[in-house]
């Protein structure tokens, strides 16, 4: 039992360039949500999904894109590159219940 | 608008000695509210969660209280080891729409030894 496995660790981009940061759990979740953390900030929501073929906005969506093709997978496609998208990201799953699983996040440079 | 607000920014105790971190919100409906610590280079990790109903939980030497009246919360953490050092997250939740939890900036604690 893996949890949430974020792929890659580390990334450097050049702007303008497009990239998916992918996102898998072993644990039949069927919520799924990718947030993003700037330095010294909250996380904050990015894209969220309640199951397979269903995904919504969070608060901070744009320049991004989500898909929710099976319940294991819940990848983040970025187009176009901004060095405002520098962060580190975190992919998050849980069950009905209350308790949410984290991944070890992504850390992104655009530049 | 829902707020989260965490102090202190960070802290600096000895090895041993306890400490308090606190957590004030402005979300509602309340729904819960949870602490999450976050070891430098990882994700959060979920220490307590607490409903409107609960007044403390506790998971080892990590102890949460919460008082619902005044939206404030806090986590006591007894005996402090080196291994606590790290970014402690409170997180609220709204009734309206769990999916949505809104996350403090966190509270970075050292502690030495």
């Known amino acids: 039992n893996a949890g949430v496995t974020q792929t890659p660790k580390f990334r450097i981009l050049k702007i303008g360039q497009s990239m998916t940061l992918q996102c898998t759990q072993d644990?039949?979740?069927?919520?799924m949500y990718w947030y993003r953390q700037d330095p010294g900030m909250g996380l904050k929501l990015i894209y969220y999904?309640?199951?397979?073929?269903?995904?919504d906005k969070g608060e901070v969506p744009n320049g991004y894109n989500v898909s929710r093709s099976t319940t294991e997978d819940f990848p983040l496609r970025l187009e176009l590159a901004a060095p405002s998208q520098t962060s580190v990201y975190f992919c998050?799953?849980?069950?009905?219940?209350?308790?949410?699983?984290f991944g070890e996040g992504s850390w992104l440079t655009v530049v | 608008k829902n707020q989260v607000e965490q102090s202190p920014q960070s802290l600096i105790i000895l090895e041993g000695k306890n400490c308090t971190l606190q957590?004030?919100?402005?979300?509602?409906?309340?729904?819960?509210l949870r602490w999450y610590k976050q070891d430098t280079g990882r994700g959060p990790v979920s220490l307590t969660i607490?409903?409107?109903?609960?007044n403390t939980k506790s998971n080892g030497r990590y102890t949460a209280t919460l008082d619902a009246d005044t939206k404030q919360s806090s986590l006591h953490i007894t005996a402090s080891q080196l291994s606590d050092s790290a970014s402690y997250i409170c997180?609220?939740?709204?009734?309206?729409?769990?999916?949505?939890?809104?996350f403090g900036s966190g509270t970075r604690l050292l502690v030495r030894p």
């Open positions: 997180v609220v939740s709204a009734m309206d729409s769990s999916y949505k939890l809104i």
């Open positions: 957590c004030n919100y402005t979300v509602s409906p309340f729904s819960n």
């Open positions: 999904s309640v199951g397979a073929g269903i995904t």
């Open positions: 607490m409903t409107f109903s609960e």
């Open positions: 644990m039949n979740h069927n919520y």
């Open positions: 998050a799953s849980r069950a009905s219940g209350n308790t949410i699983y």
